[in-house]
């Protein structure tokens, strides 16, 4: 895999274009995606959703996963560290998470064919294809579809993704994860 150290893309306008109509931006970031800045976002969220307890739960949940697979897996990369950028928002009905990151096409391919996977299964058979993933063989590269697996599964929503060509190397990837505010 070819790991580039930085693009020339500014990742918060590529997420701004996805932003629900009427949407309102609670957080947003673009960096290095450390353990030390996860924090720094799970203490954005409870600021921003500790009034409705069922969203708030799903969203650190989600935002775990997912910024556990910016760290690990995006091809901008400064420190040994992922580089990506999210946004918190909320319309009147729910908060959603933008979270985007840099991922060769090669890559690409592949992780799109899991997304349209996990995006066919219901709930139940999910379930079990987690627990299969779950069960391979160590050092079998299992790639991010595990979190995609239980974002899907939190959500109960399919996977919502977008994808703007860098070059012909690269692209961005985009994830668009709602949370109902009443659930």
């Not at 040994?80 to 890559?107: C, H, P, R």
């Not at 974002?151 to 703007?164: E, F, G």
Request: aromatic letters at 10%.
């Amino acid at each position: 895999m070819e790991i580039r150290t930085s693009f020339d893309i500014n990742q918060l306008e590529l997420l701004k274009e996805e932003m629900p109509a009427k949407a309102k931006v609670l957080f947003q970031y673009q960096g290095v995606f450390s353990k030390e800045k996860i924090k720094d976002f799970l203490t954005e969220i409870s600021n921003h959703t500790s009034s409705w307890p069922s969203a708030h739960k799903k969203l650190y949940y989600i935002l775990i996963e997912l910024a556990q697979n910016v760290s690990k897996y995006s091809n901008w990369r400064e420190e040994d560290q992922g580089v990506g950028s999210f946004i918190l928002g909320e319309t009147e009905k729910e908060f959603f998470f933008l979270m985007g990151n840099v991922i060769s096409n090669k890559a690409l391919q592949v992780l799109l064919k899991k997304c349209d996977i996990i995006n066919s299964l219901d709930r139940e058979s999910l379930r079990l294809f987690k627990r299969q993933q779950r069960n391979l063989i160590p050092g079998t590269n299992r790639g991010a579809h595990i979190g995609l697996i239980m974002v899907a599964l939190t959500t109960k929503k399919p996977l919502d993704i977008r994808i703007k060509q860098i070059n012909s190397d690269f692209s961005y990837f985009i994830l668009n994860v709602g949370v109902e505010k009443i659930s």
